[in-house]
């Protein structure tokens, strides 16, 4: 039985879409424990040691997998370290944007964990716009519904007319540009002939180089509390949300369009409200903006537009 699900044409499909509703988990689920890092850590430094923690994991894996070959890095193709240095670059773009959105207090003009998440997810209509604009890819009748569904459960999560937008929302739209942006270029890359491997640890390289860069630049006057909140956030966001999860992104990317990938990804701010209200729960002096009524019926809009968008 086992072997007749393995050899169904669509289990690779919906296995690429488990992987992509883990990433989405993933993201979600750190939206407050970064948030609670910055307050001791600036962006810049806080993104350096998050992806220095994923690039080196991901050797390791490499090395581990190829029993302990150190040759297969050296293999790189051109079209991996193009591919890698391209997206890498955005990754880190995407990733500043939203650190800076959530840097400082919510009274200094900062962006809430779930808000910053909402506005993120606001990919999920880049992407197939991008790709009708370049005429990469014509994107069907039930691709674009289930976008709108989408962008239609974002709004009743975080009623963005209603509460409006601050500073720490327009950077963070910034980083939806560039995670649109990333997704794209991602595909172009991963549905060719290369090692995801190689290609993933030269991407996280390269974000954890810029982000070194900009720290030493912008960052090198700033006060870094190494504090147990901070080496949490940088072992679960390096770990966890950056090697496990983009891993799992870039090998579903093979499988799946990137408008479907955009449209998983609006789940992130149904899950970032998720675990700010269990985060709540357990630490009660932390702020919490319950999400209501409507907000919770938005995210049972949002999956029942990526069921939709099952084509």
Known sequence: MLDNIKNNPNFKVYLAKIGLIFTTLAWGATFVI???????????????????????????????VNRYNKSEISNITKLEFIGALVCGTLLFLGYSFQNFGLFGSISSGSSTPTHSAFITSVSVVLVPLFLVITGR??????IWFSVFLALVGLSMLLNPLESGFIKGDILTFGCAIFFACHIIAQDNYVKKNINIFRFFLVQIGVASILSFLCSFIFEFNHPVIWSNTVINAVLINGIIATTIAIMIMVWAQKIVTPSQTAIFFSLEPLFAALFSFLYWLIFPETQYV??????????????????????
Not at 34 to 45: I, R, S, V, Y
């Open 34 to 64: 970064t948030d609670k890092a910055l307050d001791q850590m600036p962006p810049f430094t806080l993104n350096a040691h998050r992806f220095l923690i994923a690039f080196l994991s991901t050797y390791l894996i490499i090395f581990m």
């Open 137 to 142: 890819q014509k994107i069907s009748g039930r």
């Open 290 to 311: 319950p999400l209501g009524l409507i907000g919770w019926l938005g995210g049972l809009v949002i999956i029942f537009a990526i069921i939709r968008s099952d084509n």
